[in-house]
């Protein structure tokens, strides 16, 4: 999965039907550290996620199957909303492992309905 800020909405009034139902978020893509990469990406959103927070996103065929209708042509959806971020070992914002990525723990609570949020 791959960082982004949701930066905005977009409204589109004639959409393919594929996509009947689903919202489309205006995302900054990030990198590990969550600095901005200066690219952006429009994405479906399962999640409810709103302009400012930080959210997971999936490309490619994830991205397709993660929404209700299978069988459409989205290239990137947000799979969830970051609420926070524990780093517990010392020696940096976020450490590098083996594979040059960031160890990190997410704790997710399906429950919560917060913001308005709903569960899909």
Known sequence: MNFAQVTGTIVCTKK???????????LALMDEKLKSS????????ITSAGPG?????????????????????????????????????????????KSGKFEMMVEVDSTNNKKGRKDH
Do not use: H
């Open 16 to 26: 393919l039907p594929c996509f009947d139902g689903e919202k489309f978020l205006l």
């Open 38 to 45: 200066g690219k952006e990406v429009v994405a479906t959103d």
């Open 53 to 97: 927070e930080y959210v997971f996103y999936e490309t490619g065929r994830e991205a397709a199957i993660a929404l209700e209708n299978t069988f459409n042509v989205s290239d990137a959806t947000v799979m969830a909303i970051i609420d926070d971020i524990n780093d517990e070992k010392p020696g940096g914002k976020y450490p590098k492992t």
